[in-house]
């Protein structure tokens, strides 16, 4: 009998649990909102903590192997020069301007008095060019033809590589104070190179990564090897065809980056470039390869003597800036890190905040609620109610109402973290400033998730604050005297 006595007083507290809980449903309801709102803020800062941290990794992981690709890359080619139209007058030639209209191979600014297309067609206006912006080793289109002297005149000078380079993409508008740009996102770059054996077969103006299928090879035509990022891109892999411009090709490799260069870099013969992006004897850089290291410094010294108007930059002058890159990407990641332990302190306090106001509502709550009761107590008492089942009964409710709370807060957690992480903490992305950003895209924030465990983790830390703040105003209410709670007004 004793035993039924039992089961039949704690069915009867969970009934009345959530009797009491339905009998103030708007209370109940604004009180689990409540409650909610801060269990989610206790489940998004911890997952945007996490997206952080996440972001900083990848971001010094995919710096620290562009770099080193970037350097192997230059450490391979020392006997490479890259020309490329300059976009001013170099110093120190004593030009002042007035060039007859086809002296040179491409137009150029500055000093030089270039007319737009004056040389090899072009203005190098975005969008002119196949639809998009001409880049690589120079921004104008160049006349192939008026190079073919740098072979020819040059001495130490053992192959040329004439090379035409077309990003594809789409226009953004960046805003720097009142003042907007317009700049060209590239979804895909279009590289042309000369199929010719004795180019391909004996210098690196191909990729050397290939990750599926295999390279280019001499004389060929109407077949492209993609990036793995065009890959993607285009949905597309080894055996494929791939539309490029309105134009069909097979795609025979993939290849993986080897710098900073070529991530979003697909590969054709130089002919099929031409006449893909309507740019026919036109070039935008060339690739110089001295016989060796010795003779670049004298090859690259007879190009500018020669042409003027190219840009010269050897082995040895990409090394140096790729090193300052590194000294610039250095500082940002630093700034980063500091962002990061600041995201770190700010989060901690903020889940402090929510804790506490977490059990300060379910316990002045739960206190109102034993104060507005404190009749119905003293008739449970003088029924026969001991202190440890009164006490039993309101922590009960608080339970469920943190229950409740915390489904709630896993909902809004689940589906608004990346919301309420962004407003509530500093992202990592934004501390490093427009400058970092590689050719091809790395990625400066990670999108913000909220886990299973987290959302346990979360539930569970509902339900152990639910119950800490009732457990004074239960306490409080199995204290009550009968006589004195049957006299309450």
């Not at 870099?265 to 992006?277: E, I, K, P, R």
């Not at 309507?278 to 500018?304: K, M």
Request: hydrophobic share 45%; with cysteine; glycine share 12%.
């Amino acid at each position: 009998m004793e035993n039924l006595f039992r089961d039949a007083i704690c069915l009867g507290i969970v009934s009345r649990a959530f009797r009491n809980l339905s009998r103030r449903k708007i209370r109940a309801l604004l009180v689990v909102i409540a409650l909610g709102f801060s269990m989610a803020i206790m489940i998004a800062v911890p997952a945007g903590i996490a997206a952080n941290q996440s972001a900083t990794q990848n971001l010094t992981g995919n710096l620290s192997n562009t770099l080193t690709q970037t350097e192997a890359t230059i450490n391979q080619t020392l006997t490479q020069i890259d020309c490329g139209l300059a976009s001013s007058a170099p110093s120190g030639f004593g030009f002042s301007g007035n060039f007859t209209p086809g002296q040179f191979g491409g137009g150029g600014r500055g000093d030089f008095n270039f007319t737009p297309g004056q040389f090899g067609g072009g203005s190098g206006i975005p969008g002119e060019f196949g639809g998009g912006a001409l880049g690589g080793g120079g921004s104008t289109p160049m006349n192939e033809s008026l190079y073919t002297d740098i072979n020819s005149s040059i001495s130490g000078v053992v192959a040329v590589a004439p090379i035409l380079t077309v990003s594809e993409g789409h226009n953004v508008t960046v805003t720097f104070g009142d003042r907007s740009f317009t700049r060209l996102v590239a979804d895909y770059i279009i590289e042309g190179v000369p199929l010719n054996s004795s180019i391909i077969d004996n210098y690196p103006i191909l990729p050397a990564n290939i990750t599926a299928g295999r390279n280019l090879q001499a004389g060929e035509s109407g077949v492209v090897i993609l990036s793995e990022n065009n890959s993607a891109y285009f949905g597309v892999g080894v055996g494929d065809r791939v539309t490029i411009l309105g134009q069909s090709f097979e795609v025979v490799g993939i290849h993986g980056t080897s710098g900073a260069s070529d991530r979003a870099t697909l590969y054709m013969s130089l002919s099929d470039a031409q006449a893909l992006t309507g740019n026919t004897g036109e070039i935008t850089s060339l690739e110089v390869f001295a016989d060796t290291t010795d003779d670049v410094t004298a090859v690259s010294s007879a190009i500018s003597a020669l042409h003027a108007e190219l840009d010269v930059v050897t082995a040895q002058e990409r090394l140096s800036q790729l090193q300052q890159q590194q000294t610039n990407y250095d500082a940002q990641l630093a700034n980063a890190q500091a962002t990061l332990n600041q995201t770190q302190s700010q989060a901690f306090e903020e889940i402090i905040v929510a804790v506490a106001a977490t059990s300060l509502i379910v316990l002045f709550v739960m206190l109102y609620t034993v104060r507005e009761r404190t009749k119905e107590i003293g008739t449970l008492k003088a029924i026969g109610f001991s202190n440890r089942t009164v006490m039993s009964q309101f922590m009960l409710e608080g339970i469920l109402l943190s229950l409740l709370a915390g489904v709630v807060g896993v909902a809004i957690g689940s589906i608004a973290a990346p919301f309420l992480s962004s407003v509530l903490l500093p992202t990592v992305g934004n501390s490093l400033g427009a400058g970092f950003r590689f050719t091809g895209g790395l990625a400066s924030t990670t999108a913000v998730t909220v886990n299973p465990e987290l959302m346990l983790i979360g539930f569970g830390v509902s339900v152990m604050l639910g119950a800490l703040g009732s457990v004074y105003p239960a306490w409080r209410a199995s204290k009550t005297r009968p006589a004195e709670a049957m006299r309450y007004e």
